[in-house]
């Protein structure tokens, strides 16, 4: 995992040299972010990524889809609305810095649910610990997280 992160720094690092690109072009360039790149797409999230923001994004790297029981993984590929949704929950309109998220017990995400923030010992967003922070893109910012976070389930109000 740690070599993980560090080709995720020295692509992410030669993207920034290059020009800041937008979120969504960063995720397509960096190969540690390239699943979440395709879920991100086939979900119709690609727009709005792609669009002047700005936006928080916390981005779980391949390993963390990587961990999830195969079931979840297999509805987070098949079900795009279902994708959009536990997407959503990883975006926050704005730009966060880690200094700012720091200062803040929860933050509201695009899906209308709060993470919460912990800042002790690192700063993890509902559970998930950010592994690299404060990556710049011409419409916001990118935090990449070690997992994959999920929204609260909301009860069906229409039986």
Request: no cysteine.
């Amino acid at each position: 995992m740690v070599r993980n992160l560090l080709l995720v720094l020295i692509v992410i690092s030669s993207l920034i040299v290059f020009g800041q690109n937008d979120i969504l072009s960063m995720l397509r360039e960096t190969e540690e972010l390239s699943d979440l790149s395709r879920k991100v797409e086939s979900s119709g999230l690609d727009v709005l990524l792609s669009g002047p923001g700005p936006f928080t994004l916390f981005a779980p790297i391949n390993g963390a889809f990587a961990k999830l029981p195969p079931a979840t993984g297999e509805k987070l590929s098949a079900d795009a609305s279902y994708s959009q949704r536990v997407l959503l929950y990883h975006i926050v309109s704005g730009k966060m810095t880690s200094q700012v998220i720091v200062q803040k017990p929860e933050i509201d995400t695009l899906l209308g649910q709060t993470l919460g923030i912990d800042a002790r010992g690192g700063i993890r967003v509902d559970g998930s610990t950010i592994v690299v922070r404060d990556i710049q893109a011409s419409n916001g910012i990118i935090h990449v997280i070690d997992s994959v976070i999920f929204p609260r389930e909301e009860p069906d109000i229409a039986r």
